[in-house]
């Protein structure tokens, strides 16, 4: 049993089914190349700006991607769990660094090939190549298929998904504290100050959220009830485009 087989046996089933076929013909001259490691939450896996050099296959846990700005505001944009790929899109397109900081949100198990490794073994593999282009193909669909519904969500629609990702982003205890300002909730969703404002107090009066001074709160119960306008409106909306 070599070192891959030793660690994916360690996987849940569906996991182990798909490393072992995607790794079905990696080249056994290129298993030194693997490494593994585990995390603690709050590692710093990459940060923006590092050389993207490495892929990293996210086999348990959960990573959070942030970015920076300038004024020293952090915003957490997206998570992601496993099998995901760090690095791939960078290989396959030539990029010289990551675009964004890359946090482990929970205890992770990361395995690690150099990004030269992975494209030389994408390079001989057909099978395992097109395995990694459906996925990515299916990742670019569905961020392109939610994008354009987004486009068509009311003020609504757009603040209590905004909601949603914040719970999803931020939440500890079952619960959630939004202390962005309404101006900045207003630039993030599209819409204006007084669309904000309007829809947040129907929110409130509704029972969705609570609010204290400009503190928006909103418990799991609430998230559930938001999440599912949410992917009622979705629904709605891709039937009608």
């Given at each position: 049993?070599n070192i891959?087989?030793n660690f994916t046996?360690?996987?849940?089933?569906?996991?182990q089914?798909q490393?072992?076929?995607l790794?079905?013909?990696?080249?056994e001259a290129?298993?030194?190349?693997?490494?593994f490691?585990?995390?603690?939450?709050?590692?710093?896996l990459?940060?923006a700006?590092?050389k993207?050099?490495?892929?990293?296959f996210?086999?348990a846990?959960?990573?959070?991607?942030i970015?920076?700005?300038?004024?020293?505001?952090?915003?957490?944009?997206a998570r992601?769990?496993?099998l995901?790929?760090?690095?791939?899109?960078?290989?396959?397109a030539?990029?010289?660094?990551?675009k964004?900081?890359?946090?482990c949100?929970?205890?992770c198990?990361i395995?690690?090939m150099?990004?030269?490794?992975?494209?030389?073994?994408?390079?001989?593999?057909a099978?395992?190549?097109?395995?990694r282009?459906?996925?990515?193909?299916?990742?670019l669909?569905e961020?392109t298929?939610n994008?354009r519904?987004?486009?068509?969500?009311?003020?609504?629609?757009?603040?209590l998904?905004?909601?949603?990702?914040?719970?999803?982003?931020?939440?500890?205890?079952?619960?959630?504290?939004?202390?962005?300002?309404r101006?900045q909730?207003a630039d993030e969703?599209?819409?204006?100050?007084k669309t904000v404002?309007?829809n947040?107090?129907?929110?409130?009066?509704?029972g969705l959220i609570?609010?204290?001074?400009?503190?928006?709160?909103?418990?799991?119960?609430?998230?559930?009830k938001?999440?599912?306008l949410?992917?009622?409106?979705?629904?709605?909306?891709?039937?009608?485009?």
């Amino acid at each position: 049993m070599n070192i891959l087989e030793n660690f994916t046996a360690l996987l849940e089933a569906s996991a182990q089914d798909q490393v072992n076929k995607l790794f079905a013909h990696f080249p056994e001259a290129f298993m030194p190349y693997l490494s593994f490691k585990e995390y603690a939450a709050e590692h710093v896996l990459l940060r923006a700006y590092d050389k993207a050099e490495s892929i990293c296959f996210l086999l348990a846990g959960q990573v959070r991607a942030i970015k920076e700005h300038e004024n020293g505001s952090v915003y957490s944009f997206a998570r992601f769990e496993p099998l995901y790929l760090f690095g791939e899109f960078e290989a396959f397109a030539g990029t010289a660094v990551f675009k964004s900081t890359l946090i482990c949100e929970t205890d992770c198990s990361i395995m690690k090939m150099p990004a030269e490794i992975f494209l030389q073994w994408m390079g001989g593999d057909a099978k395992a190549l097109f395995l990694r282009t459906q996925s990515i193909t299916q990742q670019l669909l569905e961020q392109t298929r939610n994008e354009r519904s987004y486009l068509f969500f009311s003020g609504k629609e757009r603040l209590l998904s905004y909601l949603a990702a914040e719970y999803r982003k931020n939440h500890k205890n079952k619960s959630c504290i939004i202390e962005a300002s309404r101006q900045q909730i207003a630039d993030e969703i599209g819409f204006s100050l007084k669309t904000v404002q309007r829809n947040l107090k129907g929110l409130k009066e509704s029972g969705l959220i609570q609010t204290q001074g400009r503190a928006i709160s909103l418990d799991e119960s609430q998230y559930d009830k938001i999440v599912a306008l949410c992917d009622a409106n979705a629904m709605q909306t891709m039937e009608e485009l």
